[in-house]
Every structure is written in structure tokens, then in C-alpha cells.
């Protein structure tokens, strides 16, 4: 049935999609844990972290977050190292990934990196965001 679903969905819609992941139901174990999950206040003021960083960075440029960015200003805040540009290659290649799913990717790992306070996308911040495009990998 999942896969009678996901078949309706285009790849050119998916495209659009920036985060694509499946959420597992959890178990009443995981439920019940004594670990204390991370507060809403904490995660709140670093997104807002990262949205200032964000806004900085692309004001010049007439935007205000990272999901604007052309492809111009991904080349431009974008870059990937060696290594980065290896695992990318891989992955676009392997799974049949568009260009606009490549786009995608470097956009949300550039927020993955804004959000851990880089000043550049590092390989755990590009593997990040690669495993949050799994609707649109090639099925054959």
C-alpha cells in the first residue's frame, strides 16, 4: 500500500519537497525513557540562532534564509570540500537524485551547518541532509 502510494507521487512534486522522511512509531520504551528530552526554549533560540545567521549572510542579496537561495547563491555559500563533493557525487549518481535534488540538499545542509554554528558544511551536515531526501531516490 505504501509503495501504491508513493507511486502517485511525481518526482517532479517530491522535488519541492525539502525534508522527506519516514517517522517509525516508537515503542513504549522509548516513550517512557528517563532521559530528558531537549526544551522547546533551547531549540527555539538556536533556530533563532541560525535564522540571524541566515539573514546576515543572504541580506546583500535581497533574501532572508537559506531555502531562498538561487543557484548562483548556493554556489556561493555552498561549498563543499573534497571529500563533501566525492559523497555527493556518489549519492546524486547511485540513487538518480535531479538537479533540483541536489540543490535541495546542499540548501538544507548549509541550514544543518547554520543550525551547529559552522562556518561551513561539514561531511556529518551533507549526510544529513542526503538522508532526509529518501522519498526521491530511483526505486528500480
Known amino acids: 500500500m505504501i509503495q501504491r502510494y508513493r507511486s502517485r507521487l511525481s518526482g ?14 516508537i515503542t513504549y520504551r522509548e516513550r517512557s525513557g528517563t532521559t530528558e528530552p531537549e526544551s522547546s526554549a533551547t531549540i527555539r533560540a538556536r533556530v533563532e540562532t541560525a535564522r540571524s545567521i541566515q539573514r546576515k ?16 547563491h548556493i554556489r556561493k555559500f555552498c561549498p563543499l570540500d573534497e571529500a563533501g563533493q566525492k559523497l555527493l557525487e556518489m549519492v546524486v549518481d547511485k540513487l538518480g537524485m535531479s538537479a533540483r535534488s541536489y540543490s535541495r540538499i546542499l540548501k538544507v545542509a548549509r541550514t544543518i551547518a547554520d543550525l551547529a554554528g559552522e562556518e561551513s558544511i561539514q561531511q556529518p ?4 541532509a542526503i538522508q532526509y531526501r529518501g522519498l526521491d531516490r530511483r526505486t528500480a
Open 57 to 72: 549572510r543572504l541580506a546583500p542579496h535581497g533574501l532572508h534564509a537559506n531555502a531562498a537561495m538561487a543557484a548562483r
Open 12 to 25: 517532479p512534486l517530491l522535488d519541492r519537497i525539502d525534508l522527506q522522511i519516514e517517522v517509525p512509531r
Open 125 to 128: 551536515h551533507l549526510a544529513e
